[in-house]
């Protein structure tokens, strides 16, 4: 019913920034909110950011202030700067509809290393 495909994940130097995509297709009018979620080796999968159909936003305390996600459509992107090497992590896309239906991407690596 809704596909979610990512992009945008590599290897970024401490410092450095990028972008991450992930572009909804399918019943895309039944989803409410989309997001982030990351999971680290060894870690739990944790909370990022997501953003809702209207436009409220909610970040991880972690990623605030460096991280902005934004929304075109059914594309929502997630913009990383400062990265930190703690950031290295698989980063899932969510899609949540109005049925309380969940749905995610298949993850893309990010890493921050020197």
């Known amino acids: 019913q809704v596909q979610l495909v990512e992009s945008g994940g590599g290897l970024v130097q401490p410092g450095g920034s990028l972008r991450l995509s992930c572009a909804a297709s399918g019943i895309t009018f039944r989803i409410n909110s989309m997001g982030w979620y990351r999971q680290a080796p060894g870690k739990q999968r944790e909370f990022v950011v997501d953003?809702?159909?209207?436009?409220s936003t909610t970040y991880a305390d972690s990623v605030k202030g460096r991280f902005t996600i934004s929304r075109d459509k059914m594309t929502v992107y997630l913009q990383m700067n400062s990265l930190k090497p703690e950031d290295t992590a698989v980063y899932y896309c969510n899609a949540v509809t109005f049925g309380r239906e969940e749905y995610w991407g298949q993850g893309t690596q990010v890493t921050v290393s020197s």
């Open positions: 953003i809702t159909r209207g436009g």
